[in-house]
């Protein structure tokens, strides 16, 4: 059977098993690759030194090609889902098609995991500027001139949604209207099939993120229904995550922001939540964290914030005693 009619049944299987759309994707990005890299071989004939060569491929040859632009080589956490993807390939594959497994001896891509860097306060307000308005169009002869965005409520209401609750871009574009309380700013959010990522929990928003919402959607036309989604395109079809990547990354450029990847909106949450004296256990909850291992890299964080004022302000050092 050829790797690619093997996988067309193993998202059937997986589908079916309730996984995520989005798990499904990255998957199908990694197999995809495999099976060109391959040449679409039978997949009972793949063995370790092939997948060994892909990886080498991935690591020194391959480039990707993102949204927006950015052709840099793939990450260390890229590299490691392309290993969870023929792992859990491979792993459906002994039991429903009775085939060896190559993989069982695969080592796992390891890597530094990224230095946490939060967004500032300089920069969300640049980000929030960058809604309003157009980059300046300049043009021969005339005054260059910026252009109201039709999507400014939209847009303002995201960036603050995100950065008052700290939710995963993708539970971000789930989210319908029902799940929204706007007189308490209370938020639902539901998993999605297994829930081994997404906890079923309620995140919250403060005035100034419930009035921005209020706004967006008082002004939707057509009247939105409970079950619409809560952020949609012009067109009026659900944002999912990526056309909101592809959004804060366009405000990022005219913001002049260096990156406003969506997870930032997330750490940046976290870290000023503790920064305001918020304890590690809601903040789990909120973040919908199985254990405290990542709230401990925020929490880290805050207390070099903590050592950095002490220095600052040391009443003994300051006096010179």
């Not at 913001?255 to 590690?280: C, E, M, W």
């Amino acid at each position: 059977m050829k790797l690619s009619t093997a996988f067309q049944g193993y998202t059937l299987a997986r589908s079916a098993d309730g996984y995520s759309p989005n798990t499904i994707a990255v998957y199908k990005w990694a197999i995809d690759l495999l099976t060109h890299f391959l040449n679409d071989p039978d997949i009972a004939s793949i063995t370790r030194s092939d997948l060994r060569a892909f990886f080498k491929y991935l690591r020194t040859e391959y480039t990707p090609t993102r949204p927006s632009g950015d052709a840099s080589p793939l990450s260390g956490s890229s590299l490691e889902n392309a290993w969870k993807a023929i792992r859990s390939l491979y792993t459906w594959a002994h039991t429903e098609l009775d085939i060896p497994r190559p993989d069982t001896d695969l080592p796992r891509p390891r890597y530094t995991s990224k230095e946490i860097k939060p967004l500032d306060q300089d920069e969300i307000t640049a980000l929030l500027k960058a809604c309003s308005a157009t980059s300046t169009a300049a043009t021969n002869g005339r005054r260059p001139y910026r252009m109201s965005r039709p999507t400014a409520r939209r847009d303002r209401a995201i960036i603050l949604t995100l950065l008052d609750t700290g939710l995963r871009v993708s539970e971000l574009s789930r989210l319908q209207i029902r799940h929204l309380n706007q007189k308490t700013g209370e938020i639902l959010v539901i998993p999605f099939g297994t829930g081994q990522k997404t906890k079923s929990r309620y995140v919250y928003i403060g005035k100034t993120a419930s009035s921005a919402l209020w706004k967006y959607l008082a002004t939707r036309t057509p009247e939105p229904l409970p079950e619409d989604p809560l952020f949609v395109t012009i067109d009026g079809t659900l944002m999912d995550r990526n056309a909101i990547r592809c959004l804060l990354d366009g405000l990022a450029r005219r913001a002049n922001v260096t990156s406003a990847h969506p997870h930032k909106f997330r750490h940046t949450f976290a870290i000023q939540y503790l920064r305001n004296g918020g304890d590690v256990f809601t903040l789990q909850r909120l973040l919908g964290h199985a254990s405290l291992e990542m709230v401990r890299k925020y929490l880290t964080l805050a207390d070099a914030d903590a050592q950095t004022a002490h220095t600052r302000a040391s009443p003994v050092d300051r006096w010179q005693l």
